[in-house]
Structure formats: structure tokens, C-alpha cells
């Protein structure tokens, strides 16, 4: 009494007014397959597209706060300012004086730069003995380094006074139109736009010598190096195909010893 009682009921002995379970072969798998593969697929879209994307770092003109090797994650969904409707329904903000930001470049194949924000729209800026005035006021910039055996092109402050800008080794687009944005002493930065420079400032081909950034060039703000590995800006280049899967190669090889460890999970300020 009050055993436990198994009955075994195989398909081929049935008792009397008892089916037998029918084994079901799982309905269409390769469709089930691709339907999850494609959910994947369009999240990953949708996240890349909206909220995150990765970048790594070519060249030192960030340095020392971005070193070259290194693999960011970029927010996407931090900047307002574009004037959609959903803006003021989200989380956005307005960009600010020091923000990192990654950009299209505004010319030749528009890759994507990573400097830091000095100028919005509306500031004056005056550069005099490597320090930055923005409307008349000194900008802290403790992130800031300087190399001192660098040559200076604007050793006669900024924005440049020469009526020839051609002989400073600006872009020949931004010489050309460089003198309607100058009053006076300053630089000043029109609405919709902003001006932005590397943290390495000897070494940054930034706003000083190709002009402004639009808004709509902007494609978020970097904020965590997720990996990090030891290179050089020789290592990035070769752009190609080849030389991209070369580079892949060699950081596989030398995973271990090439990953700068004490940089995972930085974050980016």
C-alpha cells in the first residue's frame, strides 16, 4: 500500500483502450534555425545601429587617454541636438566643452576620428603659448600634453593672422573659408558646429587644420575600452583587406603577451 507503481507501456503492447504516445519529430528545424538567426541578426542591427558600436584606436593623437590598440565601445545613444521628435523622450544630452566624441571625417572617404571637444557653437576661441581661450576665459585642460621638440605651425597664436593660410598646412578647403569665421583675435564657431582637438596636441590633425565638425557627423561618445592591445600606428596602415587580415593574425598569435591588461574594461574620459 501507498508504493509507487510504474507502467510501462511500450509501442507495441498497448493495453486495451490506451494509445501509445506518438514520438513528434520536431517541426521544421532548419525554419526555426533561421528565425532565430535572424532575430539575432536584427538585434545586432538594431544595436549597433542605435545604441553601441566598437572602434579601435589608429593613431596616438589622443594619447595619452586613448593609446593606440585600443577597443572602444561608443554610445550612440547619448547626444541630442539633431532636433528628432523623440529626442526629448529620451535620455539625450547636449554635447559639452571637453566630451570625447567619434565623428565622420568631413572630407576624402569620411572615416571615422575620435578627438575631444574645445569650441560649441557660438564660442570664441584664441589659442596663444599652447593654452586655449574660450570666450576670453583660460580652458582647464589636465588631460592635455605637449611635446616640446614639436614644431609649432601657429607659434603666432590661433586662429592664424597670415593672409596666405595655404603656407600653414591647413586642408586647402578650410583655407579658403577659414577667414569668415575670425573676428578679431578669435575663432568663432558657427551654430550647428563644433571644434575639436586631440589630447596629444603636437601630434592631432584636428580643427585647427581642417575646420569644424557638424552635428550630424557625430556619432557618439566613447566609453569603455573593452580590449586593448600594444601596437603602433604602422600597424594600422595598410587599410586593405590583406593588410587588415595580417594585422588580425598577428594579434591572435600573440594574444597573451600583446593585450594590455591593466586597460580592460577602462573607462574612457
Request: net charge negative; aromatic share 12%.
Amino acid at each position: 500500500m501507498g508504493a509507487d507503481v510504474t507502467v510501462q507501456i511500450s509501442a507495441g503492447d498497448s493495453a486495451p483502450g490506451l494509445r501509445a504516445p506518438e514520438s513528434r519529430v520536431p517541426e521544421r528545424p532548419l525554419a526555426a534555425i533561421f528565425e532565430s538567426l535572424l532575430v539575432t541578426i536584427l538585434l545586432a542591427l538594431f544595436g549597433t545601429t542605435f545604441i553601441v558600436q566598437a572602434f579601435k584606436i589608429p593613431s596616438e593623437s589622443m594619447e595619452p587617454t586613448l593609446l593606440v590598440g585600443d577597443h572602444l565601445l561608443v554610445n550612440k545613444f547619448v547626444f541630442g541636438g539633431r532636433g528628432s521628435w523623440y529626442e526629448k523622450l529620451l535620455p539625450y544630452r547636449a554635447i559639452r566643452h571637453g566630451d570625447i566624441i567619434v565623428f565622420k571625417f568631413p572630407f576624402d572617404d569620411h572615416p571615422y576620428y575620435v578627438k575631444r571637444v574645445i569650441g560649441l557653437p557660438g564660442d570664441h576661441i584664441h589659442i596663444s603659448g599652447n593654452q586655449v581661450y574660450i570666450n576670453r576665459h583660460l580652458l582647464n585642460e589636465p588631460y592635455l600634453v605637449h611635446d616640446p621638440s614639436a614644431e609649432d605651425p601657429f607659434d603666432g597664436g590661433y586662429p592664424p593672422l597670415r593672409a596666405d593660410f595655404r603656407e600653414l598646412a591647413l586642408r586647402p578647403e578650410w583655407a579658403a573659408e577659414i577667414a569668415r569665421y575670425i573676428q578679431g583675435d578669435d575663432l568663432v564657431v558657427p551654430p550647428g558646429e563644433y571644434f575639436v582637438m586631440g589630447d596629444n596636441r603636437d601630434h592631432s590633425w584636428d580643427s585647427r587644420y581642417w575646420g569644424f565638425v557638424d552635428r550630424r557627423a557625430v556619432m557618439g561618445r566613447p566609453m569603455l575600452v573593452y580590449w586593448s592591445v600594444r601596437a603602433t600606428a604602422d600597424d594600422y596602415a595598410d587599410r586593405s583587406l590583406f593588410g587588415s587580415l595580417r594585422g588580425i593574425g598577428g594579434t591572435l598569435v600573440h594574444l597573451p603577451a600583446q593585450t594590455r591588461w591593466h586597460r580592460m574594461l577602462h573607462e574612457v574620459r
